[in-house]
């Protein structure tokens, strides 16, 4: 009796969790709003609180790193799969297509940032001494050569590689069958980590109430110098700062690096979405918003982790625009946590050129352009996880000329400031323009199989248009 009990209990829990879920998943913005708002709440009741789950981020986020390999190499091996099949069918194109959309994106990314940036800050085009370009040749191929061989989460990707090469050349181990269903299961599961966005908002809430005394106590912990020194050097450097009130100062320096990261990443994906747009006019931003966007964004924004956020993208991708191929899916969502980076680079130039400035370091754009290839190089260092611009802050004081005098505290405000809301916006960012370029290649994938079904021209207008 007792088993057959609990075996009615928990299929009564899984018919509730079952109905709930499209609640949630509807209004999965508005609930994760009223969490991110709790937390602050709670916190400012429980200042205890806040000091906890700001220890279980920094304690997250310190373990984080050793897992992504492991995950990587589940995510990425079915993928991988989806992708030979699909290229033994149609050809190499639609794939050359896909890693060219994403270095064009990163590329632009930079472009635009700098540009936003340097009108805003009114920066020189030249200024005597600064990086060179042969000196930002040579770090392009030391940090490629770090990348290839001391990235650890690497690993992850070069064992999926030859997973993928054992299951095509020794069909006798059978290995093709348990990566397909290794995919589908990881798409499937995506469907209940959206109940995980209400708990990351009020993680996030907690720790942004928590904020002047986390950045307090690791600013004095990253350098040897105390709060007060910091802010003497700060307002000597930048005047702007003294007309807040001095218990506030770092908190503003957050805000302004973390607000300004999350205007022009917002400003950017509009504008991706505006391309998208133009080449295919049937796409619907409202659609893609509604349908998409609003519900995977705040699970990406409060988790800072393009990895954790992958089934989740995929299981709504799939739900929104169904036209999708499965392959492309699943390799420009999985293959995006680690090439996709767009808000990454956003973040990288705003973090560098905003404590540049507040520090006093003089910087050109001609600088600027002289870092994007070094610093495109070490986007492919970076595993898709919170706190991962610390791969770029000392790539970056070097390009940007910092003096020795100011360079532990450049360093320690670099390392220091990334977390939480910069984090969270360029994650948002990195993930929501994976689908965007999900959505193109699926419609160059239509085009390809056209004409290879028929003698059809490349203006083909019968096409059939992705829906969402």
């Known amino acids: 009796m007792t088993k057959k009990a609990l075996g009615f209990f928990f299929k009564a829990v899984k018919d509730k969790f079952v109905f709930a879920m499209p609640i949630l998943e509807k209004y999965s913005l508005a609930i994760s709003l009223s969490f991110f708002v709790l937390g602050i709440a709670l916190t400012a009741w429980l200042p205890r609180l ?108 070069y064992a999926a590689i030859v997973t993928i090469f054992l299951a095509k050349k020794f069909p006798g181990l059978k290995l093709i069958g348990p990566l397909h269903k290794i995919g589908e299961g990881i798409e ?67 805000l302004l690096i973390g607000l300004a990261t999350g205007l022009l990443c917002l400003v950017w994906h509009f504008l991706y979405l505006l391309y998208v747009k133009c080449i295919l006019p049937e796409f619907s931003i409202k659609n893609y918003v509604k349908h998409f966007w609003v519900k995977v964004y705040p699970l990406l924004w409060s988790s800072s982790s393009e990895t954790l956020a992958v089934p989740l993208s995929l299981n709504l991708l799939k739900k929104s625009f169904p036209n999708i191929p499965l392959a492309i899916r699943q390799f420009v969502i999985v293959g995006g946590s680690y090439l996709g980076i767009n808000g990454t680079m956003i973040s990288v130039y705003v973090m560098g050129i905003i404590l540049a400035k507040v520090l006093g370091v003089e910087i050109s754009i001609l600088q600027l352009l002289f870092s994007l290839p070094v ?68 419609k160059r994938l239509e085009k390809m199989k056209a004409k290879a079904h028929a003698d059809v021209p490349d203006d083909v207008t019968n096409v059939p248009p992705i829906t969402s």
């Open 50 to 157: 806040g000091q906890e789950i700001t220890g279980g981020i920094s304690f997250i986020i310190s373990i984080y790193g050793y897992f992504v390999p492991f995950l990587l190499y589940f995510l990425l091996a079915p993928s991988l799969i989806k992708v030979f099949e699909l290229s033994k069918e149609y050809g190499n194109g639609w794939l050359v297509s896909v890693f060219r959309q994403f270095f064009v994106a990163r590329i632009l990314a930079i472009l635009f940032t700098v540009l936003a940036l340097s009108l805003v800050l009114n920066l020189p085009f030249h200024i005597n001494g600064g990086t060179t370009l042969p000196m930002a040749l040579r770090m392009v191929g030391q940090q490629l050569i770090h990348a290839l061989f001391f990235s650890p989460f690497l690993y992850g990707v």
């Open 188 to 254: 499937s599961i995506g469907e209940y980590l959206i109940i995980f966005s209400p708990l990351f908002m009020f993680a996030i809430g907690s720790f942004l109430y928590h904020l002047p005394v986390y950045l307090e106590e690791n600013l004095a912990l990253n350098t040897s110098l105390c709060a007060q020194n910091i802010l003497q050097i700060l307002n000597l450097n930048a005047p702007c700062l003294q007309l807040v009130p001095e218990n506030f100062t770092f908190v503003a320096l957050y």
């Open 375 to 442: 610093i495109f190089i070490l986007g492919f260092a970076v595993p898709g996880i919170p706190g991962e611009l610390m791969v770029f802050a000392g790539s970056i004081s070097i390009l940007f000329g910092v003096p020795e005098a100011v360079l532990p505290l450049f360093l320690a405000l670099y390392l220091t400031l990334q977390i939480g809301l910069p984090d969270a916006f360029r994650t948002g960012c990195n993930s929501t323009d994976n689908a965007l370029i999900a959505i193109i290649s699926s």
